[in-house]
């Protein structure tokens, strides 16, 4: 029988766990208070990776290379240093 950890709950805040493991912890938050002021710090935490989802709709994304052809000594900066 799997122990319920004080760990579980950032699994349980990201809503990772198995349905029983869900359980086990939201039983096991009702009598430790340790594990409720946690949970109110932690709270935050998938707000902010929603956040990260909607800046990212389909992911992290590598930049366009860039054309060699948009290269000029005007948009380069370097030739005014000579
Ligand atoms: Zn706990």
């Known amino acids: 029988m799997a122990e319920t950890s ?7 805040l ?3 766990l198995d349905q029983p493991d869900h359980v086990a912890f939201e039983t096991h938050l009702m009598e430790c208070e340790r594990c409720q002021d946690e949970l109110l710090e932690l709270r935050d935490v998938p707000c902010m990776l929603d956040e990260v989802k909607h800046a990212w709709p389909s992911g992290p994304k590598a ?6 052809d948009d290269w000029t000594p ?9």
């Open 74 to 82: 005007e948009t380069s900066g370097h030739v005014s240093l000579f």
């Open 63 to 68: 930049p366009a290379p860039r054309s060699p």
């Open 14 to 16: 990201l809503g990772v």
């Open 6 to 12: 004080h760990a579980d709950i950032a699994a349980y």
